[in-house]
Protein backbone atom coordinates (compact mmCIF):
# COMPACT_ATOMS: atom_id res chain seq x y z
CA UNK A 1 0.00 0.00 0.00
CA UNK A 2 1.19 3.56 -0.50
CA UNK A 3 2.62 6.30 1.98
CA UNK A 4 0.87 9.35 2.29
CA UNK A 5 1.89 12.42 3.96
CA UNK A 6 -0.31 14.87 5.35
CA UNK A 7 0.59 18.18 7.21
CA UNK A 8 -0.04 17.55 11.19
CA UNK A 9 -2.44 19.93 12.05
CA UNK A 10 -4.31 23.36 10.19
CA UNK A 11 -6.48 25.84 11.24
CA UNK A 12 -9.93 26.89 9.77
CA UNK A 13 -12.70 29.30 10.51
CA UNK A 14 -16.40 28.35 11.44
CA UNK A 15 -17.88 28.63 8.31
CA UNK A 16 -15.23 28.61 5.87
CA UNK A 17 -13.97 26.08 3.36
CA UNK A 18 -11.31 23.58 5.07
CA UNK A 19 -9.09 22.17 2.11
CA UNK A 20 -6.85 19.58 3.45
CA UNK A 21 -4.03 18.19 0.99
CA UNK A 22 -2.79 14.58 0.91
CA UNK A 23 0.65 13.90 -1.02
CA UNK A 24 0.81 10.26 -2.06
CA UNK A 25 3.34 9.94 -5.09
CA UNK A 26 4.06 6.35 -4.84
CA UNK A 27 0.28 5.60 -5.51
CA UNK A 28 -0.26 2.71 -8.03
CA UNK A 29 -2.78 3.00 -10.64
CA UNK A 30 -5.04 -0.07 -8.58
CA UNK A 31 -5.26 1.91 -5.76
CA UNK A 32 -7.86 4.54 -4.30
CA UNK A 33 -7.66 7.24 -2.13
CA UNK A 34 -9.78 7.09 0.89
CA UNK A 35 -10.84 9.93 3.55
CA UNK A 36 -11.25 8.96 7.15
CA UNK A 37 -11.89 11.40 10.38
CA UNK A 38 -11.77 10.66 14.10
CA UNK A 39 -13.33 12.37 16.66
CA UNK A 40 -11.59 12.49 19.79
CA UNK A 41 -12.01 9.58 21.80
CA UNK A 42 -14.04 7.75 19.16
CA UNK A 43 -13.83 5.34 16.37
CA UNK A 44 -12.74 6.83 12.84
CA UNK A 45 -15.61 7.37 10.97
CA UNK A 46 -15.30 7.07 7.08
CA UNK A 47 -15.97 9.93 4.40
CA UNK A 48 -15.05 9.36 0.77
CA UNK A 49 -12.95 7.39 -1.33
CA UNK A 50 -12.24 7.77 -4.81
CA UNK A 51 -9.77 6.62 -7.94
CA UNK A 52 -9.02 9.30 -10.09
CA UNK A 53 -12.52 11.27 -10.62
CA UNK A 54 -13.58 13.90 -8.43
CA UNK A 55 -16.04 12.57 -6.22
CA UNK A 56 -18.53 14.50 -3.71
CA UNK A 57 -20.99 13.65 -1.11
CA UNK A 58 -23.27 15.11 1.79
CA UNK A 59 -19.77 15.21 3.94
CA UNK A 60 -17.27 16.40 1.64
CA UNK A 61 -15.74 17.02 -1.69
CA UNK A 62 -12.63 14.93 -2.77
CA UNK A 63 -10.13 16.49 -5.49
CA UNK A 64 -7.85 14.47 -6.98
CA UNK A 65 -4.71 15.75 -9.29
CA UNK A 66 -4.81 14.02 -12.73
CA UNK A 67 -1.16 12.51 -12.16
CA UNK A 68 -2.95 10.67 -9.33
CA UNK A 69 0.42 12.23 -6.65
CA UNK A 70 -1.69 14.14 -4.53
CA UNK A 71 -5.20 15.10 -3.27
CA UNK A 72 -7.54 17.62 -1.29
CA UNK A 73 -10.11 17.02 1.27
CA UNK A 74 -12.88 19.65 0.75
CA UNK A 75 -15.10 20.62 3.58
CA UNK A 76 -17.29 23.30 2.12
CA UNK A 77 -18.85 24.90 5.27
CA UNK A 78 -16.95 23.46 8.38
CA UNK A 79 -18.70 23.50 11.73
CA UNK A 80 -16.58 23.67 14.81
CA UNK A 81 -17.64 19.60 14.83
CA UNK A 82 -16.03 18.81 12.04
CA UNK A 83 -12.71 19.58 14.46
CA UNK A 84 -11.00 16.45 14.33
CA UNK A 85 -8.11 14.08 12.74
CA UNK A 86 -8.55 13.64 9.12
CA UNK A 87 -6.64 10.49 7.49
CA UNK A 88 -6.05 10.41 4.43
CA UNK A 89 -4.91 6.78 3.19
CA UNK A 90 -4.25 4.97 -0.28
CA UNK A 91 -5.00 0.92 -0.60
CA UNK A 92 -6.57 -1.45 -3.25
CA UNK A 93 -10.10 -1.79 -3.85
CA UNK A 94 -10.16 -5.22 -3.00
CA UNK A 95 -7.79 -7.31 -0.33
CA UNK A 96 -5.88 -4.15 0.81
CA UNK A 97 -5.23 -3.83 4.32
CA UNK A 98 -6.79 -0.57 6.01
CA UNK A 99 -3.41 1.05 6.74
CA UNK A 100 -3.56 5.11 9.01
CA UNK A 101 -0.62 7.37 8.69
CA UNK A 102 -0.58 10.06 11.68
CA UNK A 103 -2.81 12.30 10.06
CA UNK A 104 -4.03 15.67 10.09
CA UNK A 105 -5.63 17.67 13.08
CA UNK A 106 -7.83 20.03 12.07
CA UNK A 107 -9.04 22.77 14.39
CA UNK A 108 -12.67 25.09 13.20
CA UNK A 109 -12.52 27.95 15.55
CA UNK A 110 -14.89 30.37 16.00
CA UNK B 1 -29.77 -2.00 13.95
CA UNK B 2 -26.47 -3.67 12.05
CA UNK B 3 -23.50 -2.09 13.28
CA UNK B 4 -20.12 -3.31 15.16
CA UNK B 5 -20.00 -3.69 19.07
CA UNK B 6 -17.06 -3.59 21.53
CA UNK B 7 -17.27 -4.46 24.79
CA UNK B 8 -16.26 -3.77 27.39
CA UNK B 9 -15.63 -0.08 27.07
CA UNK B 10 -13.37 0.30 30.05
CA UNK B 11 -10.68 -2.82 31.16
CA UNK B 12 -8.99 -3.06 33.92
CA UNK B 13 -6.41 -6.04 34.31
CA UNK B 14 -3.31 -6.88 36.69
CA UNK B 15 -0.01 -7.20 35.27
CA UNK B 16 0.74 -10.79 33.52
CA UNK B 17 -2.98 -11.57 33.37
CA UNK B 18 -4.71 -12.24 29.66
CA UNK B 19 -7.28 -9.85 28.83
CA UNK B 20 -9.63 -10.71 25.80
CA UNK B 21 -11.42 -8.12 24.13
CA UNK B 22 -14.79 -8.96 22.29
CA UNK B 23 -15.94 -7.13 18.66
CA UNK B 24 -18.83 -8.57 17.29
CA UNK B 25 -20.68 -7.28 13.72
CA UNK B 26 -23.89 -8.07 12.45
CA UNK B 27 -23.10 -6.30 8.99
CA UNK B 28 -22.33 -9.34 7.26
CA UNK B 29 -18.89 -7.93 6.47
CA UNK B 30 -15.85 -10.51 5.58
CA UNK B 31 -13.21 -8.69 6.71
CA UNK B 32 -12.37 -7.00 10.33
CA UNK B 33 -9.59 -5.43 12.08
CA UNK B 34 -7.57 -4.64 15.62
CA UNK B 35 -6.25 -1.72 16.16
CA UNK B 36 -4.02 0.00 18.86
CA UNK B 37 -4.22 3.62 19.71
CA UNK B 38 -1.65 5.46 22.17
CA UNK B 39 -2.16 9.02 23.32
CA UNK B 40 -1.53 11.76 20.40
CA UNK B 41 -1.35 9.05 18.19
CA UNK B 42 -3.04 7.48 14.64
CA UNK B 43 -4.05 4.00 14.65
CA UNK B 44 -1.28 0.76 14.61
CA UNK B 45 -2.74 -2.24 13.02
CA UNK B 46 -2.47 -5.32 15.16
CA UNK B 47 -3.98 -8.07 13.15
CA UNK B 48 -6.43 -8.39 10.40
CA UNK B 49 -8.77 -11.15 8.94
CA UNK B 50 -9.89 -11.18 5.55
CA UNK B 51 -12.18 -14.26 5.60
CA UNK B 52 -12.95 -16.39 8.38
CA UNK B 53 -10.55 -19.30 9.74
CA UNK B 54 -7.91 -16.80 8.21
CA UNK B 55 -5.94 -13.69 9.83
CA UNK B 56 -2.44 -12.10 9.77
CA UNK B 57 -0.81 -10.10 11.76
CA UNK B 58 -0.25 -6.00 11.35
CA UNK B 59 2.52 -4.04 12.41
CA UNK B 60 2.14 -4.48 15.78
CA UNK B 61 1.00 -7.92 16.65
CA UNK B 62 4.20 -9.30 19.35
CA UNK B 63 2.18 -9.96 22.03
CA UNK B 64 -1.04 -10.30 21.04
CA UNK B 65 -3.14 -13.30 19.19
CA UNK B 66 -6.91 -13.23 17.50
CA UNK B 67 -9.22 -15.72 15.94
CA UNK B 68 -11.87 -16.05 13.60
CA UNK B 69 -13.70 -18.65 14.15
CA UNK B 70 -17.24 -17.27 13.12
CA UNK B 71 -17.68 -14.30 10.56
CA UNK B 72 -19.49 -12.27 12.98
CA UNK B 73 -16.55 -11.82 15.98
CA UNK B 74 -13.26 -11.16 15.74
CA UNK B 75 -11.62 -11.33 19.86
CA UNK B 76 -8.45 -9.74 20.38
CA UNK B 77 -6.44 -11.53 23.66
CA UNK B 78 -3.76 -9.40 25.27
CA UNK B 79 -1.52 -11.68 26.70
CA UNK B 80 1.18 -11.16 29.29
CA UNK B 81 3.88 -11.40 26.71
CA UNK B 82 2.66 -7.59 25.39
CA UNK B 83 5.29 -5.03 27.63
CA UNK B 84 3.00 -2.14 27.71
CA UNK B 85 -0.73 -3.34 27.41
CA UNK B 86 -2.54 -0.25 28.28
CA UNK B 87 -3.99 1.74 25.17
CA UNK B 88 -7.48 2.44 23.65
CA UNK B 89 -8.48 -0.92 21.09
CA UNK B 90 -10.37 -0.28 17.67
CA UNK B 91 -11.77 -2.98 16.18
CA UNK B 92 -13.49 -2.46 12.28
CA UNK B 93 -15.22 -4.34 9.88
CA UNK B 94 -15.80 -3.70 6.07
CA UNK B 95 -17.29 -5.57 3.23
CA UNK B 96 -14.88 -7.40 0.36
CA UNK B 97 -15.27 -4.56 -2.03
CA UNK B 98 -13.29 -2.06 0.58
CA UNK B 99 -16.11 0.63 0.24
CA UNK B 100 -16.38 1.78 3.99
CA UNK B 101 -15.00 0.59 6.93
CA UNK B 102 -17.15 0.61 10.31
CA UNK B 103 -15.67 0.95 13.61
CA UNK B 104 -16.68 0.14 17.07
CA UNK B 105 -16.56 2.74 20.10
CA UNK B 106 -13.23 1.08 21.16
CA UNK B 107 -12.17 -0.80 24.39
CA UNK B 108 -9.98 1.45 26.97
CA UNK B 109 -7.78 -0.86 28.70
CA UNK B 110 -5.46 -0.23 31.50
CA UNK B 111 -3.33 -2.34 32.94
CA UNK B 112 -1.77 -2.11 36.77
Known amino acids: DAKTTQPPSMDCAEGRAANLPCNHS???????VYWYRQIHSQGPQYIIH???NNETNEMASLIITEDRKSSTLILPHATLRDTAVYYC???????????FGQGTELSVKP | DGGITQSPKYLFRKEGQNVTLSCEQN?????MYWYRQDPGQGLRLIYY???????QKGDIAEGYSVSREKKESFPLTVTSAQKNPTAFYLC???????????FGQGTRLTVV
Open chain 1, 89 to 99: IVRANQGGKLI
Open chain 1, 26 to 32: TISGNEY
Open chain 1, 50 to 52: GLK
Open chain 2, 27 to 31: LNHDA
Open chain 2, 49 to 55: SQIVNDF
Open chain 2, 92 to 102: ASEDRVNTEAF
